[in-house]
């Protein structure tokens, strides 16, 4: 009966308005071809034998581009319940005080001080515990943490050489905005590690974007097919939200809400319009903060 929607959203469809809307309020994630290559480059990389080069990214763009989304699409494609070779560390509940060498020591189960496993030992307790856990790749959330805590940069930059080094062997992604590359550039030997990834900002006239739309619509539990991949519709969606993945999300949402609760079913320009005024008017009645 719902063909325009994802098997699951079709069911959601046929309930009431208010489980609707309640639908619409969920976070989901789309995968686009650009997710889809950041996640295969990811389980290249866990694949690769240990010993050999490790390698490391930096994922980088601007706040609510869904950077943090990539990261646990990347995390449910590569960890199973038998296996978990993706380790997540967010450095937002760090700030200040973020030391990667203790952050790791604390991951890996163990309970005494960084300080004192900074020797050869050490470093192979460290190495022995990452092979027995089956740990490939350390994804380091937050990333810009590491520019604010000026009192661990030169130990935090020196560690992250040494995770990468043979004698302790992870693939590292960090995950930030574009200031966490100065982070790694103030080492000589760091900026050569990290292969950078920019995150994609929407393009009105792409293909991606297109099918990122009609990706979304699909887990919309609207009623009836919405057409939004026309050039007008895609322009005037970028207009209203921006080029961040974050924004057009919610411009999304608020016009699926809008045509729930107004039985119109669908998404059409004025619908889009409309929802977008109607949620202007009571996040900012007196303008942008």
């Known amino acids: 009966m719902y063909d325009h929607l994802a098997p699951k959203t079709a069911i959601v469809a046929d309930m009431s308005d208010d489980k609707r809307i309640d639908y619409c309020r969920k976070s989901f994630f789309i995968h686009t071809d650009f997710t889809k290559r950041v996640i295969d480059d990811m389980r290249t990389m866990i694949r690769m034998e240990r010993g050999g080069t490790n390698v490391c990214r930096a994922l ?22 038998d296996s ?11 700030g200040r005080r973020t030391d990667l060498q203790e952050i790791l020591v604390s991951l890996l189960g ?20 990452i092979e027995e856990l089956g740990l490939r790749l350390l994804v380091l959330d937050e990333a810009n943490a590491l520019v604010s805590a000026t009192f661990f940069a030169e130990g935090n930059r020196t560690f992250l050489r040494a995770m990468s080094n043979p004698d302790i062997g992870l693939n590292l992604l960090l995950v930030g905005t574009p200031h966490c ?21 929407w393009d009105p006239v792409s293909v991606d974007f297109s099918r990122f739309l009609n ?48 039985a119109i079913e669908c998404i059409t320009e004025e619908v889009i319009l409309n929802s977008y005024n109607e949620a202007l008017a009571f996040y900012a009645p007196n303008g942008v903060i």
Request: aromatic residues 4%; glycine residues 8%.
């Open 60 to 81: 980088v763009g601007d706040t609510g581009m869904g950077k943090t989304s990539l990261v646990k699409a990347i995390v449910a494609a590569c960890n199973t319940t």
């Open 84 to 94: 978990s070779p993706v380790a997540v560390v967010d450095l937002a509940n760090t």
């Open 110 to 129: 163990f309970t005494q001080p960084a300080q004192k496993m900074a020797n050869i030992n050490g470093t192979k307790l460290i190495k022995a515990r």
């Open 181 to 201: 590359l100065g982070f790694l550039r103030k080492n000589d030997e760091l900026p050569s590690r990290f292969g950078r990834i920019d995150m994609v900002c």
């Open 215 to 262: 990706g979304y619509l699909m887990l919309l539990p609207l009623r009836k097919r919405s057409a939004i991949d026309t050039l007008d519709m895609q322009q005037l969606i970028v207009r209203l939200g921006g080029q961040l993945t974050r924004d057009i999300k919610r411009i999304l949402t608020d016009a699926a809400i809008y045509a729930i609760a107004h």
